[in-house]
T-cell receptor, first 115, second 114 residues
Framework: GAGVSQSPSNKVTEKGKDVELRCDPI?????LYWYRQSLGQGLEFLIY????????KSGLPSDRFSAERTGGSVSTLTIQRTQQEDSAVYLC?????????????FGEGSWLTVV | GENVEQHPSTLSVQEGDSAVIKCTYS??????FPWYKQELGKRPQLIID?????GEKKDQRIAVTLNKTAKHFSLHITETQPEDSAVYFC?????????????FGTGTKLQVIP
């Protein structure tokens, strides 16, 4: 597609349920990032993929959070046993391989509300 | 790891005045510094970037300066307009090599008063 695609765009879930958020990066982009943005706050780094591997997952807030990337393309962020403090916008971004430009492109985000 | 600090957190200017946002970074190996603009409810979008082999870059009313020695970089917006009102994020990254984590500043909410 033309840009980074995320789904769902909006998700309301009950506390304790699991959720999966999907990111489809720009075709050919090898680097993929997940960030979390709480209302009115900055961009909190969660995890970074280079290809299918995750050299840095230091930003994942707890073991309830996990992410995977398959085929060097689509990534899924999974939040288990959701808590109200997980409510935020989850932004995915992708970036071309080294030497082809450094611009990071963001998706529209998945707005998660835990009630 | 990299740490990026951004100031001020909020900034109000009169339409037509200039706005300056400043960032510092900690990792001297960082060599790519983008700036993003995020309008309310929208995704962050790149407005300008600078690489470490350049001291200044300008694009119409927007300019970015970089001081590698002091490890700080700044965004300058001249002749501000109401549509410049948004949250602006600076970032630092290593633009080549295997590890490309991008670290963002905490954001500056700019309000341009008509």
């Amino acid at each position: 597609g033309a840009g980074v695609s995320q789904s769902p765009s909006n998700k309301v879930t009950e506390k304790g349920k699991d959720v999966e958020l999907r990111c489809d990066p720009i075709s050919g982009h090898t680097a993929l990032y997940w960030y979390r943005q709480s209302l009115g706050q900055g961009l909190e780094f969660l995890i970074y993929f280079q290809g299918n591997s995750a050299p840095d997952k230091s930003g994942l807030p707890s073991d309830r959070f996990s992410a995977e990337r398959t085929g060097g393309s689509v990534s899924t962020l999974t939040i288990q046993r959701t808590q109200q403090e997980d409510s935020a916008v989850y932004l995915c971004a992708s970036r071309p391989r080294t030497g082809s430009g450094n611009t990071i492109y963001f998706g529209e985000g998945s707005w998660l509300t835990v009630v | 790891g990299e740490n990026v600090e951004q100031h001020p957190s909020t900034l109000s200017v009169q339409e037509g005045d200039s706005a300056v946002i400043k960032c510092t970074y900690s990792d001297s190996a960082s060599n790519y510094f983008p700036w993003y603009k995020q309008e309310l409810g929208k995704r962050p979008q790149l407005i300008i970037d600078i690489r470490s082999n350049v001291g200044e870059k300008k694009d119409q009313r927007i300019a970015v300066t970089l001081n590698k020695t002091a490890k700080h970089f700044s965004l300058h917006i001249t002749e501000t307009q109401p549509e410049d009102s948004a949250v602006y994020f600076c970032a630092a990254s290593k633009g080549s090599g295997g590890y490309q984590k991008v670290t963002f500043g905490t954001g500056t909410k700019l309000q341009v008063i008509p």
